[in-house]
């Protein structure tokens, strides 16, 4: 274990740069805009690299008072309710083709024109796929800026916060708008894409900070692990590092509040190009994507898939001890889940009673193998709950 103790280093390195009384006196988004500017003059080297984790620590805590000082405007949050197994929402700029595409998926007819700003509130439907019933929301178009309220934006990216796949849709002609997406996202503390760092602050009352790490760390400096969590307010407890984290990846795990969330790139109106421009476009986005045309009806399938490939879920069919699997509704879990989950799922009080169970299908050796709760079944399997 490193032990680590050198506390003024951090005061000493942020008030140097703005005297704290300097600081208190300006506003938030000035403080922010100092900030920034502080750190492009910086050149990112090991030298400095301490002193930008320190930074992008402060800014970091700035964005959220800021956030929390603004986020009454706007309008209220849009009233959504949660349905079905899943949520997967639209996320575009205006005209891209949202709308169409869940008209096209679902049996919603939400407002379809040739003009931006079409659609103005959130618009539900319902994707029956594999036996799951998956929640689309088609949303209002999102601009630049969006995540600073442009457009009311913030209250649209809000709803990707709660989902578990965001569809990001692009107009073939705009296939380089994928960034501008991903950052707006990325401002609204939703991480496309990762997954939660494996870091863990237990927060202590004396004894400074204690950082363990099980794996090297390459990409910052205990001293400065232990600067970005003191910028936070924590001098005492234990940070526990499994991962070789960034300093925006501890900033996350500090911050609390970010979401992370699975996505799917959807190249729309294709039917409008041809091949070669398709290659070209393709470049532009620089991943993969599913290219589709929802007015004409071309490659919807896919797309479906490809949802239900990227939610990444199970099917599990279940059978009462005296009688048949019910093949019809299966019981529809992230993959991963355990029996205990399955039995949660089934009922939050089902799970008390339960206390093995049979499981036939990929998970097991053999047919009406008998397991243990913590038993992780795969898609398709039949199982038996015994209480
Ligand atoms: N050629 C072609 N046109 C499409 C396609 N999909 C949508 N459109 C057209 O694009 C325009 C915008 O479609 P919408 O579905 O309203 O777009 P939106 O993204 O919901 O727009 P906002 O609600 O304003 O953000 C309409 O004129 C559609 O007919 C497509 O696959 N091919
Ligand atoms: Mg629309």
């Not at 030298?47 to 603004?70: C, D, N, P, V, Y």
């Not at 618009?123 to 088609?138: E, H, K, M, S, Y």
């Not at 994928?178 to 950052?183: E, F, T």
């Not at 699975?262 to 986005?285: F, G, H, M, P």
Request: aromatic letters at 4%.
């Amino acid at each position: 274990m490193l032990h680590l103790s050198s506390r003024s280093k951090v005061h000493y390195t942020l008030s140097q740069t703005y005297g704290e009384g300097e600081v208190e006196s300006l506003g938030l988004p000035e403080k922010i805009k100092q900030i920034e500017e502080e750190m492009k003059k910086t050149q990112i080297n090991k030298k400095t690299e301490h002193h930008i984790g320190l930074l992008k620590a402060k800014l970091a805590r700035l964005h959220e008072e800021l956030e929390a000082s603004t986020s009454k405007g706007g309008g209220p949050a849009f009233e959504i309710r949660k349905g079905g197994d899943a949520t997967v929402v639209l996320i575009g700029l205006p005209s891209v083709g949202k709308s169409t595409i869940l008209n096209r998926l679902t049996n919603a007819k939400s407002k379809v024109a040739a003009y931006a700003f079409t659609t103005l509130t959130v618009v539900p439907g319902i994707l029956r796929l594999n036996g799951a019933d998956i929640q689309i929301l088609d949303l209002p178009g999102i601009i630049s800026g969006a995540s600073s309220g442009r457009g009311r934006g913030r209250r649209v990216l809000s709803v990707a916060r709660n989902a578990d796949l965001v569809l990001l849709v692009l107009d073939v002609f705009q296939p380089g708008q994928v960034q501008l997406l991903k950052n707006e996202l990325h401002a609204m503390g939703i991480r496309i894409d990762q997954k939660p760092p494996d870091v863990v602050i237990n927060r202590g009352s004396k004894g400074g900070l204690a950082l363990t790490t099980s794996v090297k760390l390459t990409k910052l400096t205990p001293a400065t692990v232990k600067g970005i969590v003191e910028a936070y307010g924590i001098s005492n407890g234990g940070i526990l590092v499994r991962e070789d984290v960034t300093d925006e990846q501890l900033i996350d795990v500090l911050t609390g509040n970010r979401r992370y969330v699975s996505s799917l790139v959807v190249l729309n109106k294709v039917d409008l190009v041809n091949e070669q421009y398709l290659t070209a476009a393709k470049k532009q986005i620089g991943s993969d994507f599913v290219p589709i045309s929802a007015e004409k009806g071309l490659n919807m399938d896919v797309l479906a898939d490809r949802i239900w490939e990227t939610l990444n879920f199970i099917r599990i069919y279940l059978k009462r001890p005296d009688g048949d699997a019910d093949f019809e509704k299966p019981l529809i879990l992230p993959a991963g889940s355990t029996l205990r989950d399955v039995c949660k799922k089934i009922s939050p009080r089902f799970v008390e009673g339960a206390k093995y169970a049979f499981v036939s299908g990929s998970s097991v050796k053999f047919t009406g193998q008998r397991v243990s709760l913590d038993h992780i079944p795969a898609d398709k399997d039949v199982v038996t709950i015994m209480r």
